[in-house]
């Protein structure tokens, strides 16, 4: 069964740095587009940044010029690079795949799993 694991989440200072990843939990043949969400306490979820398969990117206004996303598709992860970290900031940060081909012959017949991974929290406090 696979999963998405993310990892690198954390307490910054204000204006610092973090770099938090989304990787398949096994080998598979494609982890397709991958969208980062993230969640404040007592608001909406926001997407924050895309990346698709060929790697075109997408920000949302507030974390444009700061976030990065990237991706390793040899090691089916994501990365989000965050720096420039305000305390606005601070949600639990969400990956999401829409599109994941487990197998060669998954893709070739249009067999696709959408997951979410479980979750990483960045708290950007003083």
């Known amino acids: 069964q696979v999963q998405l694991v993310e990892s690198g989440g954390g307490l910054v200072q204000p204006g610092g740095s973090l770099s938090i990843s989304c990787k398949a939990s096994?080998?598979?043949?494609?982890?397709?587009?991958v969208n980062w969400y993230r969640q404040a306490a007592g608001k909406q979820r926001e997407l924050v940044a895309v990346?698709?398969?060929?790697?075109?990117?997408k920000y949302s206004d507030s974390v444009k010029g700061r976030f990065t996303i990237s991706r390793d598709n040899a090691a089916n992860t994501v990365y989000l690079q965050m720096n420039s970290l305000k305390p606005e900031d601070t949600a639990v940060y969400s990956c999401n795949a829409p599109k994941i081909s487990v197998s060669y012959a998954d893709y070739v017949r249009n067999i696709y799993l959408q997951l979410w991974g479980q979750g990483t929290l960045v708290t950007v406090s003083s």
């Open positions: 096994r080998n598979i043949f494609s982890i397709g587009a």
């Open positions: 990346i698709t398969g060929d790697g075109s990117t």
